[in-house]
């Protein structure tokens, strides 16, 4: 989608009349329906005037071409200017230029990362020769136009405002290596830049390079798919058992040979192998050439498979941007056109959003996945639902399958493979949490799986640090049950202990909010307190879990019952004031997740003592 796209001539002529910001702000309201922050028009007016002057004075020809604030195909993510043509040996070119409003920054030890004066605070943010870098690359791959057609995409920042210093933080050795693809132009750099853009569209001729940019199919070059897919060749192949067979063998029959649309529903419980499926079948699809995105509403789980695969040689901040490309959160489809996919492989589906969820601009994440994609397929748990926006159930894809007349498709996933196999442990928490009677109402065979009730949180962290001290993975996890002071507020980085429990004189930290999302794979950050938005379709080999006031149990009517005025999660409880039974189906679920995340073993401190005991009594000796 292009907000604002214009010849060099149309787009010069608009700021000498002083019309530009209020014609992208037309365009703006009509393409994303809400109205444009008086930060980002002050921003326009202020960058496009050195814009205008940069293109006036470096003489490019009237018909290049200008895009204004590009949003990248299936992403949210809006490129700030580019500008295309033909360079002096005729080759097809468009330069992407990152804007920024700067006038200073700090460099930082971390890859590709700077700090910055943004919002109101320093913060860590992106490098922006690294951010333009980033989308240029993200193009080249998978825009079908861009790679069939030679064009050749060059990226630079501009920092009109900054004044460079000695030494120059943002040009320090850390950041070399992008800096020589990207380079970066201080306030005092307007005469590089201008001889910098017209080097590549110096021969005009660029609204049809734009066009082409525009309307370009989005696939995954071939070269892409062989470099993503030699990242898994290097990683261990998990052996797909029986129905996981199943399911994994239907899903490329389908992707292959269905003519209409197809939903495919994989059901299953925590550790049925649910993610190994959509993994191997993610892989085996994208190796056969087909057009798709591995879709995780979790963005923790997201980041974790993306850390995960880009550890190796090379930057892995390089091969994160790469590998994103195909790794998607599940907002990205709401503009998406109809069948622009061959496939959508959609793990964690139980928390697809509906229409009024944060950030999301459209109606329904179920109908986005089903109407962008030829075939759909959704590995879900209606059981794992934990607010009331979670959209993502068997009931509602089958009524969205309806109405895009697509056929379904379901394979139902049994066996257990986390919880060292102790399917009757995950059965007794279904029975003890009250949500589904179960056969091990009174516990399970076998010693494989470590469990344990105790009486103090101290106990439960003392167990886990035991774990990791060992060689172990191992996370203390909780419930939405203790306010979470918000990063504005002196707690970027856990730095506030929230998690209080003054009765046992204990306290922690949630995660931190910088990069929450490597929590759960940052060994550094093992004294802190996972959430549930931190942690689900993640596992460990052990799990600390607290179970906070937000849950108890009534010994007057023996059930299990949630507490609204002990549940701190905001979006989680929207709505459920006078909905008792649903917030405690809900805060259930939530815990069921929680205590279903160790493979080898799970600890657990109950703040309710009547919770406690009861759980013990469900528990044979």
Known sequence: MIIYRNSALGFRTAVEDNCIVEEIEARFMCQLGRRVPQGEKKAWTNSLRFMETSLRRSRVPDDCGVLIEYNIPSTSKRVDFIISGHDEIGSQNFVIIELKQWDRAEATDKEALVTAFIGGRNRETIHPAYQAYSYKKYLTDINEAIYTNDLKPQSGAFLHNYRRMEPEPLLGDQYRDIIQDTPVFFSGDVRQLEDFIRRYVGRGRGMDILYMVEHGRIKPSRKFVEYVADMFDGRAVYTLLDEQKVAYSNILRIAETARGKVSILING???????????????????????????????????????????????????????????????????????????????????????????????????????????????IDDNQRIRPNDEGTTEKIREAAVKFHAQVMEVRLEAQFRCAGAEGFLNWVDHTLQIADTANFDGWDGDSFEFEIMDTPQQVYERIREKNGAGFKARMLAGYAWPWTPDNAGNPNAEIP????????????????????????????????????????????????????????????????????????????????????????????????????????????????????????????
């Open 269 to 379: 419980a925590p550790g049925t192998g649910k993610s190994v499926v959509a993994m191997n079948a993610f892989v085996a699809l994208l190796k056969r050439g087909k057009n798709l995105k591995f879709v995780a509403p979790n963005a923790a789980f997201k980041n974790a498979m993306v850390d995960m695969l880009a550890k190796g040689g090379g930057s892995s901040k390089n091969k994160k941007t790469r590998l994103n490309t195909l790794f998607s959160g599940s907002s990205a489809f709401a503009d998406a056109l109809p069948d622009e996919f061959d496939v959508l492989i959609v793990d964690e589906a139980h928390r697809l959003k509906r229409k009024g969820a944060y950030m999301y601009r459209g109606e329904s994440q179920v109908e986005d996945v089903i109407r962008a994609a030829r075939v759909s397929v959704f590995f």
């Open 498 to 621: 929230d998690i209080s429990i003054p009765e046992h004189g204990f306290q922690m930290p949630w995660n931190s909010r910088t990069n929450s999302y490597s929590w759960a794979i940052d060994n550094a950050r093992q004294d802190q307190v996972g959430c549930i938005h931190t942690s689900q379709g993640l596992e460990f080999d052990y799990a600390g879990v607290m179970i906070g006031n937000d849950l108890r149990f009534d010994n007057t009517t023996l059930q299990v019952i949630a507490s609204y005025d002990d549940y701190y999660d905001t979006q989680g409880k929207k709505g459920l004031k006078n909905q008792p039974e649903e917030l405690t189906r809900l805060i259930r679920n939530i815990y069921r997740v929680l205590l279903s995340r160790g493979m080898k073993g799970c600890y657990v401190f109950c703040r309710d003592t009547a919770l406690r005991d009861y759980m013990r009594s469900r528990l044979k000796r």
